[in-house]
Every structure is written in C-alpha cells, then in structure tokens.
C-alpha cells in the first residue's frame, strides 16, 4: 500500500496592494479544466472592506460549471466537451438534452428511456388551454410564454420540492417535454386556430412542427429535411454558459424559488432584444433596410455614437470570433430555403450586409463578426413562423441549459442565494424634511 503522503501542491496567489495604506493581501487563484484562471475574492470584503466593481460582469465568473465552454477569441463552444459543429451534425436534441443534463451522451438504452419518458409528458394540463383563454390574441407570443410557463407551477404542485431530487428530475423532463406544446399552443392562440394535442409517434421536433402547422381538417406532411433543420435550430440554441438569461434562472433559483417560476424568469430576460429578442430584430433591420444599395447608409449609423442603432445579430459579449453557432446556422439557411424552393431577397441582402460589414475597420478593430441570431430568422420564417415567434423557439430550446444550470447550482453543497453590492453613489445620511419646509 502506498503511504506516501501527496506532496500538497504550493497554493497559488496574486497580491493587492492598498496604496492608501500599504497594505497587501494575497487572493488565491483557482485554475478551471481549460479557460481562464480565476481570481478566488470570496473573503475579499471580510479581509479588505471593499467589493469588487464589475457592472454587467464583464469580469466575473459567477459560479463554476461542468456544462458548457465557450472559448470566444478562438470561436469555440462545447457541451460537456463536445464541439458544437459536431452535435449539430451528427447528433439529435434529445441527445444533447441527456447530454447538459446528466453529463453524457446516452447509450442506446438510455437514449430509448430518456426519449420515451420525455415523450410521455408532452401533453399539457388540460385546465391551461382556459388560463390562454385570458391573454388577447394579439399579445407578443413571449409575454404569454412568461406567464404559461410561470403557471406551470400552479399545475404540478407534485415537482416542486427542490430538495428532492426525484422532483427535480420530473420538473426537468415536464419542462423540456411541455415547451414546445405550449409555444405552439400560443402561435395557435394567436391565429385563433385549434391547439393540437402532442402525437407521441413522433420526433420532439417534428411534433413541434406538427402542433405549430398541423390543422386538425387535414393530415399534415412533416418534411425531413425542416424537421432536420428545427432539430439543428435547437440543439445550437440549447446551452450558452452564463448568458443573461441562464444567469436569471440561476439567481432566481438561488432563492430556492420553484423550477417552473425560475424558467419563467429566464423567458423574461430572453426577451430583450440585446440577447434572444435580437433574432426577430434582424428581420425587422432587413426589411428596413430593404435594398442592398442602402446597406453602407446603415453600416454608417451602426458606427455612430449618436444614433443608437446597432447593427442586429451582430456582436457578442464572448466571441470575439464567428459565432461557430452562425455558421452552422447559415448553412442550415441554404438547405432548408434550397429545400422549400425559395429565393428570399431578406438572404441574400443578409449575405451581402454580412460581407461589407466583414471588410468594414469599425467591425474588424471591434471584433464584431455574426451571431447565432444574424440566420436563424430566415430560416424561420422560410419554415412558416411569424417574426414574432422567433424568440419562443429560442426559449424552446434553452429551457434544457436553463434547467441543466439550475440542477446543478441547486446541487452544489455551497450554494449560497445570489447577492450582489453596489457602489452606492446616491446622497449620505441627511434629516428629514417636513413638507411645508420643502423647497
Ligand atoms: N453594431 C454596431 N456596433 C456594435 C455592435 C453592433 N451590433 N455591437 C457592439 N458594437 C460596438 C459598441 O458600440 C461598442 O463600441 P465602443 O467600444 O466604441 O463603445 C463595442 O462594439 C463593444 O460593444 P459593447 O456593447 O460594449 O459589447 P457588449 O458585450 O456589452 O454587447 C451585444 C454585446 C451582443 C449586446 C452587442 O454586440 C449588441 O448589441 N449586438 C446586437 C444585438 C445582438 O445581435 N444580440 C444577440 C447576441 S447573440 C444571442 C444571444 O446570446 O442572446
């Protein structure tokens, strides 16, 4: 037996120095599997009395996850380890499902389990179809997913206990399962026609396709090649670190707030045009722009200061590179418009905006390059959804790395609810002013 005791590794740090006072302190680094090293300044205030100040967190890194890596100047992402161009070409999304979920890819048994009991639990409570009954059929499709969703935990009371993880699970696969029931329950909504109930014979994605076009007067023809498309549109939207959205989920969660009303609040940051709204705001900058002869007067307000318009599906937080999401994304452009035998004018004004803008110095100095967003509408709205129904596919497909986040920061011994400090800038200690005193 080898008794020798583990030579304990010197621990690393990196020293601050007060220069008001001189004094030092030293803060330990922790290095992750690959990426950068972190600063660890978890007993900074304690020793120091100051906070660190990171509006919009450019530099923080919130939690450590096993989930997703993203390598922005290299334009990487993976799940688990997995690239992205490889699960989107050779995978399915129930597989990158069980993937973020359960930390492997499935073997055959399992795939055939997960696949079945997700399957099982696609259908909806049949008292939710009265609760859409109360939105107007005009509402934006995300303001009734937020609120669908959020009832969910209105419905199953039996997966609410977070500290049971059996609860957990059935949240996780009603969550997954339900979602693109109720998005097309919205679009049906919307255009007044009859929901479609969930036919268990068929793929998640073609389903979905199913109970978004499908009427029920008529049999409904699902093309492989669409279903193929929708299956890559979701498995290139299913994870994404610590964005906006996930980073919402994850504080709503750290109150120990239920799995269902948590996902609702990530559909609510979703929204927002800076992150998964931007999809449906690149077909509105399109059609805006409508000719390629006025691509350089947009080009030039996109670089002014004082205009706020912004050049839509372009730029990220992280890459710094190709989004790897967008190529895959554009690619899937051509199959699916090639398949459906459309020239969009929307395509080819996109191609040639995303050309000018590539050769362009403000973009290159900046290191803006298209996102998963800049395609992903064309597509879209080739395969028959509204603009407006953009951001819902979106929110389909991210509920499972909402979750997944969820699951494991519920499962982290240390976790903590999430409390940010503030510099405080406002006024410092003062009287009260009685109201005939005031001026
Ligand atoms: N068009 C023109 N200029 C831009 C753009 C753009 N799309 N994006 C960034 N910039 C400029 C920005 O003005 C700033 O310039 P300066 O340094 O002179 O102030 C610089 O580039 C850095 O931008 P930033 O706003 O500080 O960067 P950020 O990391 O805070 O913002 C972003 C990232 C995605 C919000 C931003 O690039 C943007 O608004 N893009 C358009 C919206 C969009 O496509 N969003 C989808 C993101 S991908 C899907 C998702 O994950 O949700």
């Given at each position: 037996m080898n008794t020798a005791v583990p030579q304990q590794k010197p621990q690393k740090t990196v020293t601050l120095i007060?220069?008001?006072?001189?004094k030092k302190f030293d803060l330990p680094i922790i290095d992750g599997s690959t990426g950068p090293r972190v600063i660890d300044i978890r007993k900074l205030y304690a020793e120091t009395g100051m906070f660190t100040y990171d509006p919009g967190f450019?530099?923080?890194?919130a939690c450590d996850s096993g989930l997703t890596y993203i390598d922005g100047d290299k334009g990487i992402l993976l799940h688990r380890g997995y690239s992205i161009k490889e699960l989107a070409l050779k995978s399915d999304f129930l597989e990158v499902c069980h993937l973020l979920l359960n930390g492997e890819l499935p073997n055959k048994q399992q795939k055939d389990e997960f696949v079945n009991t997700v399957t099982r639990h696609t259908m909806v409570h049949e008292q939710m179809q009265f609760f859409f009954r109360?939105?107007?059929?005009?509402?934006h499709p995300m303001a009734v997913m937020v609120g669908t969703v959020g009832a969910l935990s209105a419905f199953y009371h039996?997966?609410?206990?977070?500290?049971d993880p059996r609860q957990r699970e059935i949240a996780a696969f009603r969550l997954i399962a339900k979602m693109p029931t109720i998005a097309a329950m919205v679009y049906k909504y919307s255009i007044g026609q009859p929901f479609m109930y969930p036919r268990n014979d068929l793929s998640y994605s073609e389903n979905f396709l199913y109970m978004t076009?499908?009427?029920?007067?008529e049999p409904y023809k699902i093309s492989p090649i669409l279903a193929r498309a929708m299956d890559r549109i979701l498995i290139l939207h299913a994870d994404h670190e610590q964005n906006a959205s996930t980073s919402t989920v994850r504080l709503a969660g750290s109150?120990?707030?239920?799995p269902f009303a948590c996902i609702a609040s990530g559909i609510a940051s979703l929204w927002g045009p800076a992150h998964g709204g931007a999809n449906e705001a690149v077909l509105f900058m399109l059609k805006e722009i409508?000719?390629?002869?006025?691509i350089p007067e947009y080009i030039k307000r996109s670089k002014d200061?004082?205009?706020?318009f912004r050049l839509m599906g372009f730029g990220h937080r992280v890459y710094k590179n190709y989004d790897p999401r967008a190529e895959i994304m554009r690619d899937t452009c051509y199959e699916v418009l090639g398949e459906l035998g459309i020239k969009d004018p929307l395509l080819e004004l996109a191609m040639e905006l995303e050309k000018i803008a590539l050769k362009d110095d403000y973009f290159i100095e900046k290191k803006l390059y298209p996102n998963v967003d800049f395609y992903s509408g064309i597509i879209l709205r080739a395969m028959?959804?509204?603009?407006?129904?953009f951001t819902v596919l979106f929110a389909v497909a991210r509920t499972v790395g909402w979750i997944s986040q969820w699951n494991e920061m519920i499962q982290e011994p240390t976790q903590k609810i999430g409390r940010p400090r503030q510099l405080y800038t406002g006024p410092v200690e003062r009287p009260f002013t009685p109201l005939d005193r005031r001026k």
């Open positions: 007060d220069n008001e006072t001189g450019t530099s923080t890194a109360g939105f107007r059929r005009d509402s039996d997966s609410l206990n977070i500290d076009f499908a009427v029920p007067s109150s120990r707030a239920n409508g000719d390629k002869s006025r200061k004082n205009d706020s028959g959804f509204p603009t407006n129904m």
